[in-house]
C-alpha cells in the first residue's frame, strides 16, 4: 500500500470516530489549538520563514509572497479564527425535519457530516488551521495537500493541531497531511474515491481546474476571483473611491480582491479622474478600454483578455459602459461567480444588480473583500464555493454536512408498514 493511500485509509477509520465526538470535545481541542498556536507562534514563524525564503530564490511574485507569509498577527488571526468555530453551534445532530407518516413510522431528518473532506491548496498555510477548525467542529477528518511552496509552514502546523488532538483524547487521524511534493502523489490523491468523500480545491484557477478535471471524488469547485466592482451613475464619489481602494489594495493576492471596474459613462468625465488619482497613489496600473483610457493618462490599453482575468497583483481592469443592463451583462460575461458589487445610491438599480448579478455574493456599497468565512460570522472557511450545488459562497459548518434519515415504526404494526409498501409497488 502507498504512502497516500495508507494515510487516506487511517483518516477514513477516524471518520468512525468523529461522528459521535461530543461537542465539549471538539470546543476543547479547538481551544487548545488556538492556545498552542500563540505558544509556538516562534516555531511557525521559523518554518514559515524556510518558505519565504525559497519562494524569494524561485523568484515568486510579491502578490504570493503575501499569500505565504506569516507574521505574529496573522497567527494571532488564525488562533482567533479557532476560538470563534468553538463558540458556534454544532451542527451535527440537528434535525431539520421530523413528521409521521400513515403507516406507522417516524421519520427524522438529521444532519449528519460528509465524513472525509480533502483539501488541495495552494500558498495560503491559514487555510491549514482553518480547515481543521471547520472539519472538526462539523465532525469531519480533515485530509489536506498543501503546495510545496508552504510546506515548512503547513507541517509546523499540522503538528501543532495533531497535538492539540492528542491532549484532548481525540484522534490525531482527524488531521492529516500529505507531505509528500511529488506530483504523482497528488494525483494519486486524487483518485481516493473509496476512501475520501469530497475533494475541494482552493488556488489558482489552473489548480481548480486540474482537479476538476483529474479528481474520481466528487469536487467542490471554489472557483477564482474575478471580482467586479460597477459604479452606477448615481454613485456617492465619497463611498466609491474608499470601497475601491480597499477592495484592490488591502491584499492583491486574494481571491476576494477586485480586478475589474465597471463604471457608467453618465459619470466617467467626474469619477475617472479621481479615481486614476486614487490608484496612482496605491501604486495600481489600470488596464482600461478605449473610451476609458481618454480619462486615465498613463494607462495602458485594454484587451479583451484583461476583463476576464484574475490578476492577483496591483492591476486593475477599467470598461466604461452606457447602462445598468450593459454593466450587468459585462459582468455576467467575464466573471468568475465569485463577488460583484454595485456603488449607487439608487434602491432600484441596486436591487436589480443584486437579483440579476450571478454571483455567490452580490454587493451594494461594500468591498468584495467582505467575502470571508470570518467577517461572515463563521469562524473560518473551508473555501468559497463558485459553483451552485452543494454550497455556494463562503462554506462554514454547515456546508460540509449533509443529512440521512432516522425512521421509527413507532405503531409496531409490521403488518400495515408492510401492507403500505407493497400498494405501493
Known amino acids: 500500500m502507498s504512502y497516500v493511500e495508507e494515510l487516506c485509509k487511517r483518516a477514513k477509520m477516524a471518520s468512525t470516530d468523529l461522528v459521535s465526538l461530543p461537542t465539549e470535545k471538539k470546543n476543547a481541542a479547538l481551544h487548545t489549538a488556538a492556545s498552542l498556536m500563540r505558544l509556538k507562534s516562534a516555531e511557525i514563524l521559523s518554518a514559515n520563514d524556510i518558505d519565504i525564503a525559497n519562494g524569494r530564490a524561485r523568484n515568486m511574485p510579491e502578490s504570493l509572497l503575501d499569500r505565504l507569509m506569516l507574521t505574529e498577527e496573522r497567527i494571532k488571526g488564525i488562533a482567533e479564527g479557532l476560538d470563534q468555530v468553538v463558540s458556534l453551534p454544532d451542527p451535527i445532530g440537528e ?19 460528509l ?30 495537500k498543501g503546495g510545496s511552496d508552504a510546506i515548512e509552514s503547513n507541517k509546523a502546523i499540522v503538528r ?22 511529488d506530483r504523482k502523489d497528488t494525483e494519486e490523491f486524487m483518485q481516493m474515491r473509496q476512501y475520501i468523500d469530497v475533494l475541494i480545491p482552493r488556488g489558482s484557477a489552473g489548480l481548480i481546474r486540474a482537479v476538476v478535471n ?87 490599453s485594454a484587451d479583451e483578455t484583461d476583463f476576464g482575468k484574475e490578476y492577483l497583483d496591483y492591476i486593475l481592469s477599467v470598461k466604461t459602459v452606457d447602462s445598468l443592463d450593459e454593466a450587468i451583462a459585462h459582468i455576467n460575461k467575464y466573471h468568475t461567480g465569485h463577488s460583484d458589487c454595485i456603488i449607487t445610491e439608487n ?17 451594494v456599497n461594500a468591498s468584495t473583500r467582505f467575502t470571508d468565512g470570518f467577517e461572515f460570522g463563521f469562524g473560518a472557511e ?42 405501493k409497488l
Open 115 to 144: 465524513g472525509v473532506v480533502g483539501i488541495i491548496y495552494e500558498s495560503r498555510p491559514n487555510v491549514t488551521a482553518d480547515a481543521f477548525a471547520i472539519c472538526l467542529k462539523s465532525g469531519n477528518v480533515a485530509v489536506l
Open 382 to 423: 473551508i473555501g468559497i464555493s463558485t459553483q451552485k450545488l452543494h454550497a455556494r459562497g463562503p462554506m462554514g459548518l454547515k456546508e460540509l454536512t449533509s443529512y440521512k434519515y432516522l425512521i421509527r415504526n413507532t405503531s409496531c404494526k409490521t403488518g400495515s408498514v408492510r401492507a403500505s409498501v407493497t400498494q
Open 214 to 300: 483529474e479528481s474520481r471524488i466528487p469536487v467542490i469547485e471554489t472557483g477564482s476571483g474575478n471580482c467586479h466592482i460597477y459604479v452606477d451613475s448615481e454613485a456617492d464619489f465619497n463611498k466609491a473611491i474608499p470601497i475601491i481602494i480597499n477592495a484592490k489594495t488591502q491584499r492583491v493576492g486574494v481571491c476576494n480582491a477586485a480586478e475589474s471596474l465597471v463604471v457608467h459613462s453618465a459619470i466617467s468625465s467626474a469619477f475617472l479622474p479621481l479615481l486614476g488619482k486614487a490608484m496612482k497613489e496605491h501604486g495600481v496600473s489600470l488596464r482600461a478600454d478605449e473610451r476609458s483610457l481618454l480619462l486615465l493618462p498613463g494607462s495602458e
Open 160 to 181: 501543532i493541531l495533531r497535538q492539540a488532538l492528542l491532549e484532548n483524547g481525540v484522534n490525531e487521524d482527524a488531521v492529516n497531511l500529505i507531505e509528500s511534493t
Open 347 to 363: 434602491t432600484a438599480s441596486a436591487e436589480r444588480f443584486l437579483n440579476e448579478v450571478d454571483s455567490a455574493c452580490v454587493y
Open 95 to 113: 434535525i431539520l425535519d421530523d413528521f409521521d407518516r400513515p403507516s406507522g413510522i417516524h421519520i427524522s431528518k438529521v444532519r449528519v457530516p
